[in-house]
């Protein structure tokens, strides 16, 4: 990671998480459902989908502060989606990143009310947004349920949980992941183009370079759930490979799916060269996606 | 119910069904999802809250193709939470509607993501609206998710869940349905206020309506659940008794309840003399809610 990158998310990612828990915290809401909410939101992670949005409006050398409700936004979506995600039906898990999940904590009940609570809330902060012409809030909540949703990251889901019943193709495996995670990371970068007043051809090139950083993400989480430890990544390392999953190593080798991965982080830096900018976060970040150990 | 009543519902039920059928149809997502997402919405139901939002119109003789879109919204979002409510975490029920629950015929996993789905998809078909301007979209859409979300009907239910354990008081009883059931009657109410244009001043009175409705709507189902039988309402009667549950019955005896619902169908419909119209539906309707015998 570079030392612009890393200064960027120190300063960046403490913005964002005060943003989302005051959010939180400011709903006139049962504590013992605000509880469940904010437990997960504080488990962390990369906060990988916030800093898209912020590095986007830096890109274009915009200064947004409706940037920071996007960006929690999507942060509360991708959190609903993991406490429902590793609930006793669904991928049954226990820990995530390090911590005890939802269910363990607050029981099934909770989890899942604290979920549909966290898939209900970016819509209505997206709706309140100040300053912010009411199209363009249109445009970004249109944006979100359909990249969050049946269409998107839901739909992806679907798949995901199919494949693994049967080991799937690549095309299969490819609309999985441009669902799971693309689509979420998709709203990210759009949000941030949309906030920045990017012109239509700008859009075009962003969501190209999303489709590549999506599937980028996704083949090294595939990477690192074979070379990484269970220790670094916060969750069980080896889980795909002991559960048959569908996943690029599986179906291209392990080389096979570095290799892919080093075609789409060339793809996805050549989109941002049409985009010219003295603002490097895009491309740090695009680097850190490929890189990263966790 | 009266004949008006009765013709009112034949006319405008089956057209928002299609309405709500073709926009779920209508989306790119697998077929593995959308199935127990429409079984769900096919599921029937007495189709209240769609037509709460059709009689407002009624109310101000306004014709909009946008109340079938707020209608099916609001009956998206209140079938995933009945979805999820019968979750073997939550109320386990393996009947709604005399037919089996959405996990019982698709398993948890499924039924857990299409009630996602069906929490996120109305904020897009919302926001998709057409001939109606961004201003007002933006109002329903903020509307929803305050009414939908921990503001309203999800915090209702873990009040709900967590007044299982413990008798409530009257008081703690009211908030528990303001938001449970009251929240989303809300919804539909000022969603058709929104799209008739209705004055400030108005849109206060059906707030004030929307109250009473909503507590009558619940108080007659805890009488319903004491006097009906479990062949006319098609979910098992008697589960509050024989649960502990609290409930206006168990508070105030069944007297006492019959007369909480008698105050406040009398009191809804002196909010509806405020706003005099030639329409008789909301009238009607707010007689078939404390009327009705499932």
Redesign the interface.
């Known amino acids: 990671m570079t030392d612009e990158l890393k200064h960027f998310m120190n300063i960046e990612i403490p913005k964002v998480e005060k943003h989302m828990y005051d959010l939180v915290e400011g709903?006139?809401?049962?504590q013992?459902?605000?509880e469940p909410?904010i437990y997960s939101l504080k488990a962390g992670g990369k906060r990988v989908r916030p800093l898209f949005v912020l590095a986007v409006l830096d890109h274009f050398h915009v200064q947004s502060e409706a940037g920071y409700t996007a960006a929690s936004a999507v942060e509360m979506i991708h959190t609903?989606?993991l406490i429902?995600d590793d609930?006793?039906?669904?991928d049954n898990d226990d820990f995530r990143r390090g911590k005890p999940t939802n269910?363990k904590v607050f029981?099934?009940?909770?989890a899942?009310?604290a979920?549909?609570?966290l898939?209900?809330?970016p819509?209505?902060?997206l709706?309140?947004l100040k300053d912010v012409?009411?199209?363009t809030?249109?445009e970004l909540?249109?944006l979100?349920?359909?990249t969050?949703?049946?269409?998107g990251m839901?739909?992806g889901?679907?798949?995901d949980?199919?494949g693994e019943q049967r080991l799937l193709n690549l095309e299969e495996l490819v609309r999985v992941h441009e669902n799971k995670t693309g689509a979420i990371l998709r709203f990210s970068i759009e949000a941030g183009a949309i906030l920045a007043g990017a012109t239509k051809e700008q859009r075009e090139i962003l969501v190209e370079y999303a489709y590549h950083i999506g599937l980028a993400f996704q083949i090294k989480d595939d990477i690192l759930d074979i070379e990484g430890t269970t220790e670094e990544l916060g969750k069980t390392a080896g889980k795909d490979e002991a559960s048959d999953k569908s996943t690029y190593p599986a179906l291209l080798t392990l080389e096979g799916a570095k290799q892919k991965l080093q075609d789409h982080a060339t793809k996805a830096h050549e989109c941002l060269m049409k985009i010219p900018s003295s603002s490097k976060y895009l491309s740090d970040l695009t680097d850190y996606i490929v890189h990263r150990n966790k």
Chains 1, 2 share one sequence.
Do not use: C, W
Not at 27 to 30: G, L, S
Not at 107 to 110: D, S, Y
């Open positions: 709903i006139d809401a049962p013992s459902l605000k909410m609903y989606s429902h609930l006793p039906s669904m269910h029981g099934e009940a909770h899942t009310l979920g549909d609570a898939n209900t809330l819509f209505g902060i709706a309140r012409p009411a199209e809030k249109i909540i249109q979100l349920s359909e969050a949703g049946a269409e839901v739909g889901q679907v798949l949980m199919e």
